[in-house]
């Protein structure tokens, strides 16, 4: 049986430990061939061995998106590996400083637009032309923080709101040619990273793992958080087929979070 996104080719950035990795697999599971992107090329050659295994292809480019030259070489790499793009995902993460405004460097916050916000934007305007002739679809990674506000993340939530809002008109911009543009905005996901995040938490306060991650998991309908696998679906289903009139919209992978 064919997978939702049998032969397309789908562009993910930021291919790190986590939902990246996830990510490349499950596409690759679905019939996709892929384009991987990071700082890493160690870490790309090793996913890429993980689609190649499923048996599809896979071309790394080891890419800094914050480089104009570096999204420019993604592109033709691609290009000439593949004659088409079909799906992008940006999915370039850095880790929230963690404090409030006033105890977040400047230098933090620009690196955080430069990276999450104009990154994305450099990787758009340089698969906009592709992704025009197969009439493809754009995956923007949002998150939670967009929907609250605690003290802790506020640098993160302005980077991750300013993408939100850059994908709306993105929608609007490229609709006409077909592309659409859409975003994922993930509650905590549950994996290695924010294992050994709770970890230092359950250290700190001298409680378990699992007292941390039942907190918070608290606020959500189903007391659970989501899954690498949750998000990569939801991922999936925007850039396949099915969801060939959806545009401009936000989904909230969350569990039901319901935080104020």
């Known amino acids: 049986m ?9 562009v993910i950035t930021g291919v790190g430990p986590g939902l990246g990795t996830t990510l490349a697999t499950r596409c690759a599971q679905e019939g996709a061939d892929l384009v991987l992107a990071a700082r890493s090329a160690s870490r790309l050659d090793e996913v890429a061995k993980n689609v190649t295994n499923l048996g599809r292809r896979a071309v790394s480019v080891p890419t800094d998106i914050t480089v104009d030259g ?5 592109a033709q790499e691609a290009l000439c590996a593949y004659g088409k793009i079909d799906g992008l995902v940006n999915n370039a993460f850095m880790y929230p400083s963690m404090k409030p405004f ?23 305007q340089a698969f906009s032309p592709a992704l025009a002739e197969s009439r493809g679809s754009i995956v923007n990674l949002s998150s939670m923080v967009i929907r609250h506000s605690e003290p802790q993340y506020g640098p993160y939530k302005l ?58 998991a608290a606020p959500s309908d189903l ?23 959806i545009t401009g919209q936000t989904v909230d992978v969350n569990c039901g979070e319901h935080k104020a």
């Open 223 to 245: 007391k659970r958080l989501v899954t690498e696998d949750d998000v990569s679906s939801a991922i999936i289903f925007l850039i396949s087929d099915l969801a060939n009139g």
């Open 102 to 124: 006033a105890g977040t460097t400047f230098t933090h916050i620009r690196d955080s637009f430069e990276l999450t916000v104009l990154g994305a934007l450099r990787t758009i």
């Open 2 to 10: 064919a997978g939702l996104l049998q032969d397309k080719v789908v």
């Open 70 to 74: 570096d999204v420019h070489a993604l």
């Open 159 to 216: 980077a991750k709101s300013a993408l939100l809002a850059m994908s709306q008109s993105l929608s609007s911009e490229l609709g006409g040619s077909g592309i659409r543009v859409n975003s994922v905005a993930p509650g905590y996901i549950w994996g290695q990273v924010l294992k050994d995040y709770f970890q230092q938490q359950a250290e700190t306060s001298g409680v378990s793992l699992d007292a941390v991650y039942a907190a918070a």
